[in-house]
């Protein structure tokens, strides 16, 4: 079955650090993948999106890397900020026909 | 301004009722999408419509139904079939190709 795989546990990391999060997927074959963050009782809002002939990308302190050898994004935020405390979701387009799924997200908490 | 804008933000329902979510959008897009958040969980796709008079139903569709009467607007009905309405609803629209959705404030719906 088709699955897009987040950490649903928390990542708790202390002011400065890097935090990185993880997106894994089965069974798709996404031309693109899209990040986002969602605070709590807000809509998401989007950070990033990454082509599947793209390596990596970058935003400010955000930075997002693509594998599909390994069906994997991994997303970066250095510097890391209480501010930067939210919910990150992963999403990508199963058919290229405007149908962004989306992973379960995982709660980043930043300690200062 | 433009954005995409749901109403109500919280609305209160019996069982056996059937109501009706708005959404509209002035950004000119001509895909939108109608998701369920349930607390601690990701986006489920309910419907989306790429074009005017035309829609597809997402993973869980059922208990639901939705128009695309005009481009602007996509609302949706959750029904008296749909056993467990209670749940945070969030709306989103985006340009057709490869790029960013755009989500509104959502609709937290409370069966009582």
């Known amino acids: 079955s088709q699955k897009i795989e987040q950490n649903s546990e928390a990542l708790n990391i202390q002011e400065g650090k890097t935090a990185t999060l993880t997106c894994n997927y089965t069974n798709y074959s996404p031309a693109y993948l899209q990040w986002y963050r969602q605070d709590p009782g807000r809509g998401p809002v989007f950070l990033l999106l990454?082509?599947?002939?793209?390596k990596e990308k970058r935003k400010e302190r955000l930075k997002v890397t693509f594998d599909t050898t390994l069906k994997q994004s991994l997303f970066h935020i250095t510097a890391s900020q209480p501010a930067d405390s939210a919910t990150y979701l992963c999403?990508?387009?199963?058919?290229?026909?405007?149908?962004?799924?989306f992973g379960g997200g995982t709660r980043l908490m930043v300690k200062p | 301004d433009g954005g995409i804008t749901q109403s109500p933000k919280y609305l209160f329902r019996k069982e056996g009722q059937n109501v009706t979510l708005s959404c509209e959008q002035n950004l000119n897009h001509d895909a939108m999408y109608w998701y369920r958040q349930d607390p601690g969980q990701g986006l489920r796709l309910i419907y989306y419509?790429?074009?005017?008079?035309?829609?597809q139903k997402g993973d869980i569709a059922e208990g639901y139904s939705v128009s695309r009467e005009k481009k602007e607007s996509f609302p949706l009905t959750v029904t008296s079939a749909q056993k467990n309405p209670t749940a945070f609803y969030l709306c989103?629209?985006?340009?057709?190709?490869?790029?960013?959705?755009?989500f509104g404030q959502g609709t937290r719906l409370t069966v009582v």
């Open positions: 989103a629209s985006s340009p057709t190709g490869w790029t960013e959705a755009f």
């Open positions: 990454i082509r599947e002939n793209e």
């Open positions: 999403a990508l387009d199963p058919n290229a026909g405007n149908m962004l799924t």
């Open positions: 419509s790429q074009i005017v008079n035309d829609f």
